[in-house]
Each structure stands twice: as C-alpha cells, then as structure tokens.
C-alpha cells in the first residue's frame, strides 16, 4: 500500500502527541521535523543500496562503489533502524546526537551543521533521564510504522509538501513567532507568479525563514534549471530551511546563517551578489536593525550607547539614499535587496507592512528618492488583513524592476476588500482565484499600454500622479473603494411608517376587546 501525505501528516500529529504539555510546539517542531528527515534518509538510503544489491548480483564491492556516488551517504549507526533497534537504551538521548552528528560530517557539502541547533540530550528542553527517554523511545516507535521508500511513496513531492504543511501547521500554534519562519503559501505563490522566474536566473531570499516562499519561486520554472541564494538569522529557522530544500531535490542552494544587514553572505568579487528574481517576506518594522552595524562603537560615562548608524558603516554603501529609524528595517531590507537587483533584469516582490507607503521621515526621502531618482517602482499591491501569523495588520506586496527604462507608470492594486479573500475563523487566506485576479491584472498592466485599472480594484497611476501626493502611496489615494449608500425614499418611508402604526393601531384595539371579554 502506497504512502500518502496523509498517511505521513497522521504520524506527525501523533508525534506532536508525544510532546504536548511538555514543551512548547515552536521547540518540539525541531525534535520532530529533524526525525522525520532522519526517517526519510534512511528509507532512501536502504532502498537504493538493496536496489544495487539486486543490480549487482551481491557484488559488495561494486554496490559499495555504486553508494559511494549517491545523493548521500549513511553509516549503519546513523540510519533510523539503528536508533529505533536502540529506543530504550538510557543513553537513546546522545545516540541520536552522535548519528545526527555523523550524517552532518558525512554530507559536509550539503547538511553541514543542519542539527547544530538541536540537542536530543537536552534536559532543559525533555527533562530528567528518565522522562527524556519515555518520549525520544516514543518519538522513535511513532516513526517507525511510516514507510518513506521512494517506491512506497505515493508521488515525489510528498515528503517536501508534508514538511512544509508541518511546517505551516507549527507556524500557525507558534502565533506571532510563527510568522518569523513561514509565509502563507498562496501569499508565496503570488509574490513568486508576480516576478516570474525564468531559466538561468538567480533566486534570492534575503530573510529566507524555512525556505517556502523560494520554493514557490523555484516552482515557477518547469525543468528547474535555476540556482537559489538566501539568507536566514535563525539558526534553528536557517537549518529547517537546508532540511526544506534537501526535501525538494534541491541540493545546491546556497543559504547563509547570519544577518542580512550587516554580514550578508551572498558576495561576489567583493560585492553584494546580483540576482534577477528577489523574493522576500522580512520582518515587519524591525527594531534595532542598526545594531549588527554598531557593536564597535563605544558607550559613553554612563554606558549609553549614542552611535548612530549611518551610511559609512556600511561596506556595500546600501543606505546612501537615506538611513532608515532604528525602530523599523522595513526600508533596510528594501535597499538592501534593490542594490542585490541584477542591473538590467531584476525583478523584486517583497512583503512590507503598511506603514512603508506614507511613513514620513528618512523613510519619505528613501521613498521619493526609489521612485523619482530611479524609477524602480512598479506596482503595490494592497492585501487582506489577518493573513500572516501573529500580525493581524493589513500587508502589501512592493514590486520593484530594473528594466522599468523610462515608464511613468505605477499599478495599485487593493485587493483588500470583501470578495478578494475567504475569511477564517482565526486567520483570512487568499485563493487560488484572488491569485489569479491579481497577476491577470499585473499581467495586463504589463502588456496593454491602454489599461488603466479596473473600477474599485486597481488603477495604473502617473509618475506625477504620485509627485502630486507628496510620494505617499497609500493606495486608498490611487483605488477608490468607496461605495455610495443607496438613496433613501424618504416618501416611501413615510408611507411605511403610517402602514405600520395603522395595523398596530388594529392590533391593539383588537387586544383591548380580548381583554374586556375576559374581564380584564
């Protein structure tokens, strides 16, 4: 019987099981995604190399040549069979450690220090010995029904689709830490269609979190013939990200651990590396963004930290056009992608909150200085609230081009009313159908010089347009949503009115009759 996503999402839940009440799930979803790739490598693995028995007859020699040139390699202590033939061993904690410690220094080039940031011996996270050991040896025997051989899977994908719907599942309990790794999935496939990925271009994701929204991105391009850069801050974020993309079949992106801003890892020759397609959902108005830029300055007498950050602390020069307030990296992130933009193809959708369209400030300057000095501004795209975890606020999407060349044109698009999203009880998504609607209308402002926007949902807007309105893009000044409250007749009101009072008038004479007969 073939394996299906379900059959692999009804064995993550009863491992969730195992945890619940005992630690909190934006810990526990480490200890169980990492199994689960454990699980996965080992059916892989045991597979092929029975796979090659069979090929070669029982020739161990050829068959160990023939492993030796696999995807990747597994020694027989590190395989899940080993761990779960050894779930009640008291030392069960620091087997799993070293055999995931063993797979990382086996497959250096593509799972170094993926579990660095997880510790199965721990006891701040499982307890004292006895109690860690009751849950790792359930752990392992929740695991061990689940069958993930490529031949018993129901298709490819649904290894990397469970993980990523687990993934989603955990962003969703994590509440507001949920949104710091995951972006809803329709939200990723609309940035991704918007900016539209082609053969040979480079993807890149400055705040990468899992990696979703970069392998929406990767999707877009059918034989996949594409390379992915990004970046995440979180260790434990940045090794579900390797995990996610090792899941997908795509062994070669290169994702960085560390922050974005002030040690960016993609740099060639010296210089920020450039990428045709930036996708990106960072975090919503960042504090003390600046910080990574000043922990060499000196505090005063009292300890006070009076450095500010400033463009010349930057190697890359990325905030010439202006340095953003400390209390919010919206526009850090946005300069720090453009001046990442491919000079002549770049192509950028980001996820910002609100705010980044009418703040005022250095943030008003950063903004005029984009559209009136570079004219890289193509579209805002103005979305449902409550669609992100742990942020209930309304966001828009920012797409950004290099090959803009001398159009005066903007697109705004609202999106955000009723009938362009479906409601939930606890969070709003967006459909396939919203999706369409909105790259359709992308699509024909592309392509049909006489489009000017559709009534209540979009409108193509001049260069000077937007200089008229100071360089405030709130989209409200651009699509006009209002709808007129239909006439009242008063006449008719009236008449409604008297028709009432006349059959109450009959009603209560009628009442006052009964009442007499009964003596009342």
Request: hydrophobic fraction near 35%.
């Amino acid at each position: 019987m073939a394996t299906t996503k379900q059959n692999i999402e009804k064995v993550l839940f009863r491992a969730c099981d195992t945890f619940r009440g005992k630690i909190d799930s934006s810990r526990y979803k480490d200890y169980i995604l990492s199994m689960l790739f454990v699980k996965y490598l080992s059916d892989v693995y045991s597979e092929t190399r029975e796979n090659f028995i069979r090929q070669y007859d029982g020739d161990e020699e050829r068959v160990a040549r023939a492993m030796s040139r696999n995807r990747f390699v597994l020694n027989p202590s590190s395989t899940f069979q080993y761990l779960y033939e050894n779930r009640k061993d008291p030392e069960i904690g620091q087997k799993i450690n070293t055999a995931l410690m063993d797979i990382e220094n086996s497959n250096s080039a593509k799972l170094h220090n993926v579990f660095r940031a997880i510790d199965f011996n721990s006891q701040v996270d499982l307890g004292e010995p006895k109690e860690k050991n009751a849950i790792l040896c359930n752990l392992l025997e929740d695991f061990s029904e689940l069958d993930l051989r490529p031949s018993q899977l129901d298709s490819s994908d649904i290894i990397g689709d469970a993980y990523e719907y687990m993934i989603a599942n955990f962003a969703s309990d994590a509440g507001k830490k949920g949104g710091e790794f995951y972006t809803p999935s329709m939200v990723s496939e609309l940035v991704a269609r918007l900016v539209a990925p082609k053969e040979n271009d480079r993807i890149y994701d400055a705040t990468c979190g899992s990696g979703g929204l970069l392998l929406k991105a990767f999707r877009q391009i059918p034989g996949g013939k594409t390379r992915i850069y990004g970046q995440e801050k979180n260790m434990q974020t940045w090794a579900l990200c390797r995990m996610n993309m090792f899941l997908h079949n795509v062994d070669d992106a290169v994702i960085w651990q560390g922050d974005t801003l002030s040690n960016p890892g993609n740099i060639e020759n010296d210089k920020l590396m450039k990428f045709q397609c930036v996708v990106a959902n960072p975090p919503f108005s960042l504090d003390k963004w600046d910080s990574g830029f000043l922990v060499d300055a000196v505090p005063d007498a009292k300890g006070k930290q009076n450095a500010k950050m400033s463009p010349e602390l930057d190697p890359y020069r990325r905030f010439d056009w202006g340095v953003p307030p400390t209390s919010k990296g919206d526009y850090a992130f946005v300069m720090h992608m453009l001046h990442s933009l491919d000079d002549s193809t770049g192509r950028m959708g980001i996820i910002l909150p609100h705010g980044v369209l009418f703040r005022g400030a250095s943030e008003g300057r950063i903004r005029r200085t984009m559209i009136e000095s570079f004219n890289l501004l193509d579209a805002v795209i103005g979305l449902p609230a409550n669609l992100f975890y742990g942020a209930g606020i309304p966001a828009a999407i920012l797409v950004f081009r290099k090959d803009r060349g001398a159009s005066d044109k903007v697109l705004f698009v609202d999106a955000s009313g009723e009938g362009h999203f479906e409601k939930g009880k606890n969070q709003n998504r967006l459909r396939e159908s919203d999706v369409d609607k909105i790259v359709e209308t992308y699509r024909k402002y592309r392509t049909d010089p006489a489009f000017t926007g559709e009534e209540k949902f979009s409108h193509v807007a001049t260069l000077q347009e937007i200089k008229d309105n100071d360089y405030n893009l709130n989209i409200p000044r651009y699509v006009d949503t209002f709808e007129e409250e239909k006439l009242i007749d008063i006449a008719e009101v009236q008449q409604n009115i008297t028709k009432i009072e006349s059959e109450l008038a009959d009603v209560q004479a009628k009442m006052k009759k009964y009442m007499e007969e009964l003596g009342l």
